[in-house]
T-cell receptor
């Protein structure tokens, strides 16, 4: 099993709907989890980090962490065309190393 | 903006030539990283540095070397470029102040013919 796994997509969601992105992880990863957004031809940018079980909200974005089931998800409410991008899930392997999933491509259709 | 620049931003080279990519940061971060990104593979760690002259290998280090003689600069060298090293290369730093979050430079697109 890879340390961090994501469905590559593409995930197509109508504008205004909720987009749900999921990520599972192995026992090898540590306690910190991240969601990055990457537009085509650009570098990844951090959307959210989450460290504790439960939900963390920031504007239209909610990250959810479930350590018992070893998954982390990202919900995007009121999806906009500008949310169309690849979303990378990441987790710490050690204090200074982060491992990334291969990314899920999200497309918001008008 | 974490004050990270990469140079060059684009490069085309031929198989067998050496290539050096530069990452420069302005905020005195201790940790710096080099990743490559290829379709279907996400970001894979090549090498990282935890201080001046302190470096370690990542998961795809074969064919690459790094150097860090100053805090602000982290160099990635392809000793003899191969077509399999055609990729987009990203430099990253680890945020300070107790953060464990990485911030990325703009990337270098390298094509090896």
């Amino acid at each position: 099993q890879k340390e961090v796994e994501q469905n590559s997509g593409p995930l197509s969601v109508p504008e205004g709907a909720i987009a749900s992105l999921n990520c599972t992880y192995s026992d090898r990863v540590s306690q910190s989890f991240f969601w990055y957004r990457q537009y085509s031809g650009k570098s990844p940018e951090l959307i959210m980090s989450i460290y504790s079980n439960g939900d963390k909200e920031d504007g239209r974005f909610t990250a959810q962490l479930n350590k018992a089931s070893q998954y982390v998800s990202l919900l995007i409410r009121d999806s906009q065309p500008s949310d169309s991008a690849t979303y990378l899930c990441a987790a710490t392997l050690s204090a200074s190393k982060i491992i990334f999933g291969s990314g899920t491509r999200l497309s918001i259709r008008p | 903006d974490a004050g990270i620049t990469q140079s060059p931003r684009h490069k085309v080279t031929e198989t067998g030539t050496p290539v050096t990519l530069r990452c420069h940061q302005t905020e005195n971060h201790r940790y710096m990283y080099w990743y490559r990104q290829d379709p279907g593979h996400g970001l894979r760690l090549i090498h990282y540095s935890y201080g001046v002259k302190d470096t370690d290998k990542g998961e795809v280090s074969d064919g690459y070397s790094v150097s860090r003689s100053k805090t602000e600069d982290f160099l990635l060298t392809l000793e003899s470029a191969t077509s399999s090293q055609t990729s987009v290369y990203f430099c990253a730093i680890l945020g300070g102040g107790g953060e464990d979050t990485q911030y990325f430079g703009p990337g270098t697109r390298l094509t090896v013919l």
